[in-house]
């Protein structure tokens, strides 16, 4: 099996490599992402700097800016230190719903058919698909962590940051991204167009997306909202990646929240992974 699931997962991504209209949009969308909304979006660029006839110095407009993200935004510097987990994980969302895309293609094309009638486990061609996607996915999350840190007021790590608390962000990253991965990827070996993939991954990614805090904290959500947000992955994810980035060091308190964060995500992966690979199982017969 493990062999089989090598092979598979290489030929899928050769074929990602070798094709440029692939692999740099997904740089650019990084990049779009974190300039549109670190500018847009960001709260500190409304405050005027005349109130009520009374004109703000240059340093103490900074200081207002300065107490808004630390008591709103969990002491970032910036407002993309803030964003930048958030948009890790959304990237992941988005890549994770239509990755399987070209899994669809490959049964319409014959050569998932191939594959079922060749000897090879069904568990192999399921967690090809899954690090196929994962893998990808994993590779503009990298991206966008670089790219966040050499953008004008970009991502600014917390004193302490090190390799532990890299390794720790991308970890949560990783759990999310195979979480995922073996959903859509069990989604895409049921479906038998890409029009009712596309369709789903519509309904699914938006929701995960806006109800958690990749964009804004959850605090300030009415209170129905921000009950579903901490129950959300996304949301455990970027509170894990966030919370290193921004804090570098932790305090017991802070260790204990990553701690119970990754429990969860390791829940969430091991009943997704089972799921999708039984439901996958069940769909992947020959025609």
Do not use: H
Not at 142 to 150: E, Q
Not at 233 to 240: H, R, S
């Amino acid at each position: 099996m493990f062999g089989d699931t090598v092979a598979l997962t290489a030929r899928a991504l050769r074929k990602w490599v070798r094709n440029p209209a692939a692999v740099l949009p997904g740089l650019f969308t990084s990049v779009f992402y974190l300039a549109l909304f670190g500018s847009s979006f960001n709260p500190t660029s409304l405050i005027p700097s005349n109130i009520a006839g009374f004109q703000l110095s240059v340093s103490q407009l900074a200081q207002i800016k300065s107490s808004i993200l630390a008591q709103t935004f969990g002491g970032a510097s910036t407002y993309i230190t803030y964003l930048t987990a958030g948009i890790i994980c959304l990237i992941l969302v988005f890549n994770m719903a239509f990755g399987g895309i070209d899994l669809v293609l490959d049964r319409q094309l014959g050569y998932l058919n191939t594959l079922l009638t060749s000897p090879i486990t069904r568990a192999s061609i399921f967690f090809s698909g899954v690090i196929q996607n994962m893998v990808k996915a994993m590779v503009l999350a990298v991206l966008t962590f670089v790219i966040a840190l050499v953008l004008p007021n970009g991502l600014v790590l917390g004193p302490g940051f090190g390799v532990v608390d890299l390794l720790g962000a991308f970890a949560a990253f990783s759990l999310f991204a195979f979480a995922l991965s073996c959903a859509f990827t069990a989604l895409a070996f049921s479906v038998k167009s890409i029009d009712s993939l596309v369709a789903i991954a519509n309904f699914v990614t938006f929701p995960l997306i806006f109800m958690s805090s990749a964009l804004f904290p959850s605090s300030g959500f009415p209170s129905w909202l921000s009950a579903v947000s901490q129950v959300n992955p996304v949301t455990k994810a970027i509170e894990i990646a966030r919370l290193l980035m921004v804090k570098g060091t932790l305090t017991a308190s802070q260790t204990t929240t990553v701690a119970w964060d990754f429990a969860y995500l390791v829940a969430f992966a091991v009943v997704l992974a089972t799921v999708g690979y039984l439901a996958a199982k069940r769909v992947l017969k020959a025609d």
